[in-house]
């Protein structure tokens, strides 16, 4: 479990996490660097983690 949520658990109160950096923390305990790992789509280059995507330091440790 990380970040918090209110009583009712519908807002974020601590630790917000987005789904590009859940992307990118999985795919760095996969071995697999977030930032390289693209697929092509229509001619076009894209990252599963898009431009946004960061590893979730605090629960790697």
Known sequence: ???????????IVEDPVNVHDLHATMLHLLGIEHTRFTHRFEG??????DIAGEVIKPLLA
Not at 1 to 11: Q, S
Not at 44 to 49: A, H, K, P
Request: no cysteine; aromatic share 24%; net charge neutral.
């Open 44 to 49: 076009r280059d894209f990252r599963l983690t």
């Open 1 to 11: 479990m990380y970040g918090r949520t209110d009583d009712f658990g519908y807002n």
